[in-house]
Each structure stands twice: as C-alpha cells, then as structure tokens.
C-alpha cells in the first residue's frame, strides 16, 4: 500500500490517505472501494516520549517527521512467479459485486 501525509489532527496524530498499489494486480473490487484514510493513534510527539522512557534516544528518531509518502517498493525478484505451461483465467468467482440501481 502506499500512503500520504494529508493531514494533523488536533491533537497532532497525523492523518495518511492509503491507496492499493498500482504495479499489482488486485481484485476489482479494489477499483470501486476509494482511498482508505487513517488517524494514527498517538502523536509523534507521544511515540517520541515513549521511546524516551524506553531508553531511546529521541535524537535517533528525528527524520520519523519527515516520513509524508510512503510508495510500495518494487517486488523482490524472488517472489517473481516463473512462467507457466498454462494461462490464468481474468474471471474473479470468489465474490460478486451488486450493481447499484
């Protein structure tokens, strides 16, 4: 999944707006779902002072504001799948989608 920084909160939980990758195939349901949108659950500032009391350095962490985008790396070679003696089929049956009136 890939991610982008679209906002704070308040309270300064970053809020990321996800999406599928795009270099992958996924189910077409994907197409019809939209972005997913995510508040993390502490600040920056409070996983920062929770490292603190862990024994951290919070001097380590401090490109971790930096982090806006995330993009999904490209696959490893070793999970390329090899050529197969047959094709795949593009019908999906595991699910149905109602179409809406």
Known sequence: MTFQL??????GKRILRFDH???RRHSPIIDRMGKVYIAENKSIAAYLRQL???GEDPE?????????????????????????PFQQTETVTNFRIEESS
């Open 6 to 11: 679209i906002g704070f909160t308040a309270e």
């Open 21 to 23: 990758d795009a270099t």
């Open 52 to 54: 603190n009391y862990m």
């Open 60 to 84: 380590d962490y401090a490109t971790l504001w930096n982090y806006t985008q995330g993009i999904t790396a490209n696959r490893f070679p070793l999970y390329e799948y090899p050529e197969f």
